[in-house]
């Protein structure tokens, strides 16, 4: 082969190869389920959930979260918007098989562009420190057909630094020595 010809053979590559990652990255899925967890104490914790029906087209109707077993148990307390039928199912070590959160609306769904929170359970998490991503499927309630999955994204709730809070305490404080010496006079 000729320095030429394997210039345009690595170049013929290297545009197929791009084609592949832009026709790749153009059909990603980007249906996005957002999380907060909050301990409860012990190995026990809250999540509540928000989904975004931004790139389906249509109404989203029907999502499942899933849960490893080997790192959640004890599934509880499932709760949703008015209009939403919820089922929680066990992980399962001995079969072994993951647990999930399924959501099926009962009318219309989550319109395109929307979003809606209100979705939350109870958990135990058995892993070390704080619970991790899970996965989650979009389905089409009539066919059971998988329309998008991905991994839910936790939020971090932010905390107050150190010195707004100190400067909280600080006012709260003096507020409260100001209320005891008016009511001593």
């Keep these: 082969m000729t320095e030429a010809t394997t210039t345009l053979t690595r170049a013929g590559t290297v545009t197929k190869a791009f084609a592949v990652l832009s026709i790749s990255l153009s059909t990603a899925h980007a249906t996005v389920i957002e999380y907060t967890s909050s301990t409860l104490g012990g190995s026990r914790w809250r999540a509540n959930y928000t989904i975004n029906n931004d790139t389906l087209g249509s109404p989203l109707e029907e999502f499942t979260v899933f849960f490893n077993e080997n790192l959640f148990a004890n599934l509880a307390d499932a709760v949703g918007p008015v209009g939403w039928d919820l089922l929680l199912i066990q992980p399962d070590t001995g079969i072994p098989a993951t647990g999930y959160f399924d959501a099926l609306a009962l009318t219309g769904g989550i319109a395109v562009g929307h979003a809606l929170a209100g979705f939350s359970l109870t958990f135990d998490y058995l892993g070390v420190g704080a619970p991790e991503q899970h996965a989650f499927s979009i389905l089409n309630p009539t066919t059971f057909d998988e329309?998008?999955?991905?991994?839910?994204?936790?939020?971090?709730?932010?905390?107050?630094?150190?010195?707004?809070?100190?400067?909280?305490?600080?006012?709260?404080?003096v507020g409260w020595q100001c209320r005891r010496q008016g009511g001593a006079q």
Excluded: H, K
């Design 147 to 173: 329309l998008d999955r991905g991994m839910a994204q936790e939020i971090s709730v932010p905390t107050p630094g150190t010195l707004p809070l100190l400067l909280a305490g600080i006012c709260s404080l």
